[in-house]
């Protein structure tokens, strides 16, 4: 069936770096952009970022821009999310979603969510 | 920035009863507005899109409206497995940006 599963979290110390991936299974992974949203505890939702099908366009939120770069490998199916100079404000449940149609279209698939927690 | 408000930010209702969330956009996005329901414990899910249109499989007693900047949402009668946060979510500008949710509750 189409699923989304996430993995790579934990806890990691402030300043350090966490790569999250996320396996796509069920679809043809290279046709979709595909996001990264997360939710901090007792926070709402928040998008992250983007990339197209084909790699050649990615768009960040502010709050992440020059620290996380999104990234994926269609040969192998995985959307990745590379987290440096983490800051306690990332912790969160990260989220991998599938745009249904264009790159900013509804999120019509999700993961079951990672959890990243920086703490020193 | 596109700034997402709605309200109101929780609300209690009995099972049976009509529930009305509204969302308000900052600026114009047109009808590009999507509904997510969230439980505890599990991802989010897509319950309406382009404002008004279903996504398949959800249940009939769930609804849209609006375009520009002022969209609503409906369940026709509340359900015990309708509780849950909601969110609308605007994809016509990015940065995309959510609403800050409001949970729903049974009385």
């Known amino acids: 069936q189409v699923q989304l599963v996430e993995s790579g979290g934990g806890v990691v110390q402030p300043g350090r770096s966490l790569r999250l991936s996320c396996a796509a299974s069920?679809?043809?992974?290279?046709?979709?952009?595909m996001h990264w949203v997360r939710q901090a505890p007792g926070k709402g939702l928040e998008w992250v970022a983007v990339i197209s099908n084909d790699r050649t366009n990615t768009y960040y939120a502010d709050s992440v821009k020059g620290r996380f770069t999104i990234s994926r490998d269609n040969s192998k199916n995985t959307l990745y999310l590379q987290m440096n100079t983490l800051r306690a404000e990332d912790t969160a449940v990260y989220y991998c979603a599938r745009a249904d149609g264009g790159w900013t279209d509804a999120f019509d698939i999700w993961g079951q969510g990672t959890m990243v927690t920086v703490s020193s | 920035d596109t700034q997402m408000t709605q309200s109101p930010s929780s609300l209690s209702a009995s099972v049976g009863d009509r529930v009305t969330i509204t969302c308000q956009a900052s600026?114009?996005?047109?009808?590009?507005l999507n509904w997510y329901q969230r439980k505890p414990g599990k991802a989010p899910k897509l319950l309406i899109y382009?404002?008004?249109n279903l996504e398949t499989g959800v249940p009939s007693r769930f609804s849209g409206s609006g375009s520009g900047t002022d969209f609503t949402f409906t369940i026709s009668s509340l359900q015990p497995e309708d509780i849950a946060t909601y969110y609308c979510q605007q994809y016509h500008t990015l940065p995309l940006t959510f609403g800050p949710g409001t949970k729903v509750d049974i009385k």
């Open positions: 069920g679809f043809t992974f290279s046709s979709y952009a």
């Open positions: 600026q114009d996005i047109s009808n590009y």
């Open positions: 382009d404002a008004t």
